[in-house]
């Protein structure tokens, strides 16, 4: 009885040994497992590390926006200078012009010359600069004829030309002037003299009619042209 208890109690101390060493070895592994695969699991789901990849992708589209930003940036401010550039010449044209002043009674002299005939039924006037500095002659020359027709003789708008006419020094401009018709029997009166005004200045000029007996004018028939640098064949035919 002794020897089959004690071999009994061997026995079963053997197997609770066997039983604790394989529940060992179970956690032992579970443990290992567990933890070799917690790493991965955190980093996939991490919010910081979420967040921190996103951040970094964030400051690398940042970082893009900002260069394409620059750049548009640097094209604009190129396109700027060159439209600037442009401006500038397009206003300093415009100073010049501008600076340009206009002729007036001082600027000129002005005289009368028979044209074709007769009969005479057009003058010619010249309206020569004599200062030492370019000058701008606007529009057509206020003409009158009579002290009894103080009005002033209507302008051909057929005859103004295309440009500004700008006189440098010593030079001419010109402008046709009717005086009639021509017929027999039209309202003729002898003219001598008569003035003449610039636009933009009143100052009234006398002009000596050719002639030596003068020339004969219908004031209802009379017309003037603009001042042109040259009489033109079309546009001075009234």
């Known amino acids: 009885m002794n020897t089959a208890r004690l071999r009994f109690t061997l026995l079963a101390t053997a197997g609770t040994a066997l039983t604790l060493s394989l529940t060992a070895c179970q956690s032992d592994s579970g443990t290992k497992s567990s933890s070799a695969a917690s790493p991965a699991a955190t980093v996939a789901s991490s919010p910081a590390a979420t967040a921190a990849k996103a951040g970094q992708g964030a400051g690398a589209a940042d970082a893009t926006a900002s260069t394409d930003s620059a750049g548009a940036k640097s094209g604009t401010g190129s396109a700027g200078s060159a439209d600037a550039s442009a401006g500038s010449t397009g206003t300093t044209g415009e100073q010049v012009t501008a600076s340009t002043p206009v002729c007036t009674a001082a600027d000129v002299r002005i005289s009368a010359a028979r044209q074709d005939g007769p009969p005479y039924t057009h003058i010619v006037l010249t309206a020569k600069n004599t200062t030492r ?84 004018v219908d004031p209802a028939k009379a017309l003037t042209g603009y001042w042109t640098p040259e009489l033109r064949s079309g546009a001075d035919d009234f």
Do not use: M
Not at 199 to 213: N, R
């Open 133 to 216: 500095h370019s000058c701008r002659l606007t529009g057509f020359p206020h003409v009158q004829f009579l002290e009894s027709h103080k009005q002033d003789v209507p302008a051909v708008a057929k005859s103004k030309p295309a440009t500004p006419v700008v006189l440098a020094a010593g030079t001419p401009a010109y402008a046709l002037v009717k005086l009639s018709d021509g017929g027999v029997d039209e309202n003729n009166e002898p003219v001598s003299a008569f003035s003449v005004t610039l636009e933009g200045d009143p100052t009234v000029i006398a002009v000596t009619a050719p002639g030596s007996e003068g020339i004969a």
